[in-house]
């Protein structure tokens, strides 16, 4: 199984809204809604923003959102900030001998 | 609070194998899978595995099976990865991160940097 894919790229305004995509095929996606997003800024560990497509730990703002619809999932960040600017990646739990896939990662720039 | 705190960076040369610790604190070790993830330089994030430290069970992706051994010490809460043959294309940091559950991570530990070069 390839990794999921995402755009490598999104920018916006601060203020402004921007929507990562992560899509895969029906067995990348097992049938679970098990979608969880990352966010990783240079330097740093990963950081969960997202889970089971669109819930969000303690401490996220709900500026971030997630959906999914079929064989994509979205991630949509909304009202801008600079210190949205990092990496995003998708996750999902393919339930087979890959467990859990990778998106390739989408770079968010605040303009 | 909750942390994962690994070992510090290592150079290994081909054909070596590397060890990478991850050691828990404040929360139970046994109540949750730890999963290593590793980022090559310029590269995305990678799932390499799991592994229960109650049982110490493990699920590999496909492309480490046969190359990684998962292993936990319970009694200092420490959970271990090993990588055999390695080549330059395991060049990465390292990560481990404890499982909320089998389909996502909520804490990352802190990354372990591991150069392979002759």
């Known amino acids: 199984q390839s990794a999921l894919t995402q755009p490598p790229s999104a920018s916006g305004s601060p203020g402004q809204s921007v929507t990562i995509s992560c899509t895969g095929t029906?067995?990348?996606?097992?049938?679970?809604?098990?979608v969880s997003w990352y966010q990783q800024r240079p330097g740093y560990a990963p950081k969960l923003m997202i889970f089971e497509v669109n819930k969000r730990p303690s401490g996220v703002p709900d500026r971030f959102s997630g959906s999914k619809s079929g064989n994509t999932a979205s991630l949509t960040v909304s009202g801008l900030q600079a210190e949205d600017e990092a990496d995003y990646y998708c996750t999902s739990y393919a339930g087979s001998n890959n467990l859990l896939l990778f998106g390739g990662g989408t770079k968010v720039t605040v303009l | 609070q909750v942390q994962l705190v690994q070992s510090g960076a290592d150079i290994k040369k081909p054909g070596a194998s590397l060890r990478v610790s991850c050691e828990a604190s404040g929360y139970t070790f046994t109540g949750h899978f730890i999963h290593w993830v590793r980022q090559a330089p310029g590269h995305g994030l990678e799932w390499m595995g799991r592994?229960?430290?109650?049982?110490?069970?493990?699920r590999l992706a496909q492309t480490f099976q046969g190359r990684v051994t998962m292993t936990r010490d319970t009694s200092s809460n420490t959970a271990y990865m090993e990588l055999n043959w390695l080549t330059s294309d395991d060049t990465a940091v390292y990560f481990c991160a404890r499982g909320a559950a089998t389909h996502y991570m909520d804490v990352w530990g802190t990354g372990s940097t591991v150069t392979v070069s002759s």
């Open positions: 592994i229960n430290p109650h049982t110490g069970g493990t």
């Open positions: 029906n067995g990348d996606f097992g049938g679970y809604n098990y």
